[in-house]
């Protein structure tokens, strides 16, 4: 029998036909059923505009939209014959801002969805506490307005570098908001220094803690989610940072990537139009966001699990987790780093001398943003994003099942809702 | 005896097409733990709530203040339920409806999916033809791109408090919205003397004659109430959008429009004549201090 589950609280809504046999999921398409129409609306704009326009596809992070977009416009201008080469500080400063968006979104990922929702399977074990997130959030988008003026919706960063040029008085502003958060962190959700979690190497060692992280831990396993919940055992990240490794990881294999073999195409959906894609590495779906990232840097931590637990919907939660902490020391080092000396931006030629395409990539906070643009004299003929949600929460047939659709196969129905949670899914970003 | 949960006045916060911004942007409120308590929730897309989606969408309930985030669609629908008909539903009996964000209040980025079908509540850009325009009279439009968190915690307390709240003739408060985004700008004494930023990425210069800056043609109080408590996009060298305007968003929003290198929109209300007079006048002074950097971080090395 056919049932239709509207999940919401994903950033917007997504619609789950589940076929269910004897009580456990056969089947389940995924629909996305909100318009938006975001690359019509850039179509015929100046391509600077697509700095405003594309951080509005999503307000929770509307900061990868904006890199992703300003990267392409720049690798149009280097296919136009002017290279853009940026300067170590503005390098920094919008990799600090990127960084700190991320660790926003996990901690309310972590307190206003994980732990109500393993709540609901698990009779109120845990406390809730949701406003914890929205305040560590809160820290983490102080320290980055400082230096792109807000969040959401910043727009600072343009070719060349980013608008703003800090003083010691921001820098040191924005790395308050951080070491403020980092004890927070530490506080409040671990119960042991960011240092002393980072050297962590076994899951083991956080049942010792008490905090809010190791029953969060202690729950997953009392739910058997390190049996539950696995996809294909393989991963791709196509960002390249500081914090991650363009690679695809086939169990433990890690390989080269080139984005050109990235793809996209129709959902396979039965009873309801959805305005997502579907998004595909040489043909094949993928795993992105947090497990697929830790594990392209080679993180114990991570590795350990794994190897222990696969792709179960407990390392991938665990990741998500593991991952702010590890953000939240790269970020500390990032802000350490600028020098304010440096220029924040190198001059270049008008927008209207480039006649050229560019593609844009990016780590959001869920996975690799891809944005591709083609300029006409600077004004943009046509625009493409494909999100890390795409990936995660395509939609296919039996015979080729998405990464969610797979890790919710075999399940009870409730049981498969919260896997599909644990993906972090962002409806607004999906139907872009 | 009535339980203090259910002497709170009744919050509801409803989607329509959009990115989710003024949600996560309410989110940053620095007194969100207080200001939540004086509410009930009975549904917002993250906030723990007192319903469900299928519970509201039953429209079995009502409230006291509906917050309405994203541009409206007729065709839209949320919970399997066409929005048209749960915003109307309770809007009849709310005592205030907030548009929370350009959006909501006037179409915004949102109407561009669908030009002719989408609209702001009351206003379809600054045209009377949203679909409240019967409730005009308990609508406050909060613009902006996403809304200011501290705006809307200003309006929901002046409203828990019982104060009356002046609007302008585009229904937004004349508290926030009758100064403009120019009033606090750092960079303000560059304006006064007519000295342009050179290009992006430096603290010294006005954004206004090169760079596309709106803050003096718009009604937002961004410097004056800073963002997430510690800065503004004119703050960090980016030009205001005039993004709490009904034309939001233009186009090449990264440049000023210029009719023979003169802008084409003066400060607003100021005459066109008056302004390039005493713009004339300031330009051709020489200010040394304001024609360098700021801080010479080079010289003692």
Redesign the interface.
Known sequence: MITKE?I??I???ASIYFDMQDGKVDFADIVF?????ME??LQG??A??A???TP?????C?HSHLMAAVRAIEDAYGNSGQIVKLTQK?HNIRELTLTLEIIQNHF?WIY?VLI?KLNSLNNNALQ?T??KG??A??LA??A?????????????M?PG?????P?YI?IM?AKASIEKLIAFFERESLNISLKDFLRFESCKELNELFSDISKIEEQLIMLNMHQKGFSYDTFIVLGEHAFSKKAKIKMTRVTGVDVNHVSTEEPFILNERSYAENALYKNIFHETGPMARLMSKNIKFIKNMHRRYKDSAYTRVMARIYETGYLLEHALNLVSSID??Q???I?LNGIDKVTARGIGVVEAPRGPLIHKIVLQDGIIENYKIITPTQWNISSGPRSKLSPAQKAMSGLSKKEAEFIFRTFDVCS?CTTH | MHSNQEAKPQLLWLQGVTCNGNTHSFINLETLPQLLEKFEILYHPILPSTKNLHEIVSLKNSCDILIFEGAYDPVLKRGDTLIKDVIVHYAKEADYIIAAGTCASFGGIFKQSAPQRNSGLVFNENITQGPLMAYKEKIINLSGCPIHPEWLSTILNMILSGYSIPLDSLLRPQELYSSLAHHGCSRNEYFEWKVDAKGFGLKEGCLYYEQGCRAPMTHASCNKILWNGVSSKTRVGTPCFGCTEPEFPRNDNYVTKTNMSIPQDVPLDIPKRAYLSVAGMAKTFHIKRLEGKLIDYKRDN
């Open positions: 509207i919401d609280q950033e917007g809504e059923p909100h318009f938006r129409g019509n609306i704009k100046n600077l505009d700095l405003l326009i509005r596809v999503c307000g929770i509307g503005a309310k206003m109500p809730e949701p406003l929205a305040y959030a809160s988008t102080k980055m307005s400082v230096l792109s003026g807000q969040w959401p919706h910043s727009s600072y343009v570098g980013v608008t703003c040029d003083t921001e502003q304010v000396t220029k924040s931006i001059p607004v």
